[in-house]
């Protein structure tokens, strides 16, 4: 089993900055991928960003340029730092484990990021 416990959620005006984090324990193993979904109200959960263990990157081309994932393998933990975020950003958003070659994710709980125009 992993958890992950997410951080960092908030409020904040259109064009500011909000720095997500998560941390996994338990059962992480070296190969794994960790990211970020969100899900705003009356829609889909979608991708926003993903990271291997090997720091490649992919991300939704809605944030492209805006945010940026990273992570510290020795604390497995992964940031998103979100910057000139705009009220279509407004969601809560979930971070997520997956051993490299599974198909089990393992999700935080969510943390609420809010926009205001």
């Known amino acids: 089993q992993v958890q992950l416990v997410a951080s960092g959620g908030g409020l904040v005006q259109a064009g500011g900055s909000l720095r997500l984090s998560c941390a996994a324990s338990?059962?992480?193993?070296?190969?794994?991928?960790m990211g970020w979904y969100r899900q705003a109200p009356g829609k889909q959960r979608e991708l926003v960003a993903t990271i291997t263990n090997g720091v490649f990157t992919n991300y939704a081309t809605s944030v492209k340029g805006r945010f940026t994932i990273s992570r510290d393998n020795a604390k497995s933990t992964v940031y998103l730092q979100m910057n000139s975020l705009k009220p279509e950003d407004t969601a809560v958003y979930y971070c997520f484990y997956r051993r490299t070659g599974t198909s089990n994710d393992y999700w935080g709980p969510g943390t609420q990021v809010t926009v205001s125009s």
């Open positions: 338990g059962s992480i193993f070296s190969l794994n991928v």
